[in-house]
């Protein structure tokens, strides 16, 4: 008799913890989580999809980013390292060059960079509204009045510091224009549908 009553007792005890876990479980808040954004599909509307995929699923940041907002603001980050990069490259090498083509080359691109930087490096915090509508004004104008490495150092011979910061200004450009077109996607996702108009109804002639 004590052999039954125990096994009943333990039966009791696991319908009752099945019973409270179900319970737990119902109860329970639903975690939400987000789904990762897709880089590659979001880089596909700009210039350079595939320099644009590479080098921000590259950031640590793009792990956590969801929206094409927040994909625009790691570009902007990115940017400004970039441009950073290219513009102390070109002020490291003014003091060693002898050339003065050479020399002028670096000092115009070194000049027209770090201008360039100046209007993204703000966005090395948070980027909020009043940052991000300032990149996109600053990179929208830069489309029409843009400066050229390549021809600040026409004139200059051929030689491996010329090859490179070319290079690197190359990259900060492109990096740019990429930002450029994340940025306008986020503007356009972000006006509201324009109604089209209707047209008045036309009264139908009276019956005679």
């Given at each position: 008799m004590a052999t039954r009553s125990s096994s009943s007792t333990s039966l009791a005890l696991i319908v009752s913890?099945?019973?409270?876990?179900?319970?737990?479980?119902?109860?329970a808040p639903i975690l939400v989580v987000d789904a990762a954004l897709d880089?590659?599909?979001?880089?596909?509307?700009?210039?350079?999809?595939i320099y644009?995929?590479?080098?921000?699923?590259?950031?640590?940041?793009?792990?956590?980013?969801?929206?094409e907002r927040a994909l625009?603001?790691?570009?902007i980050k990115t940017s400004a390292r970039v441009g950073a990069t290219a513009g102390s490259y070109a002020r490291r090498e003014l003091d060693l060059v002898k050339?003065?083509?050479?020399?002028?080359?670096?000092?115009?691109?070194?000049q027209d960079i770090e201008d360039a930087v100046s209007h993204l490096d703000d966005a090395e915090g948070e980027v909020d509204d009043a940052k991000f509508n300032l990149v996109a004004q600053y990179l929208q104008l830069s489309e029409q009045d843009t400066w050229s490495c390549?021809?600040?150092c026409r004139d200059t011979p051929p030689c491996p510091v010329r090859t490179a910061v070319l290079a690197k200004n190359n990259e900060f450009e492109k990096m740019m224009n990429v930002t450029n077109a994340l940025i306008k996607i986020v503007q356009a996702a972000a006006?509201?549908?324009?109604?089209?108009?209707?047209?008045?109804?036309?009264?139908l002639p009276a019956k005679p």
């Open positions: 913890s099945s019973l409270l876990l179900l319970l737990l479980l119902a109860t880089v590659k599909a979001s880089c596909a509307k700009t210039p350079n999809p644009c995929t590479m080098v921000l699923s590259a950031d640590p940041d793009i792990k956590t980013a969801t929206t625009a603001e790691i570009a050339d003065n083509l050479l020399w002028q080359c670096l000092d115009e691109c070194a390549d021809e600040s006006k509201p549908a324009t109604a089209l108009p209707t047209k008045p109804a036309t009264a």
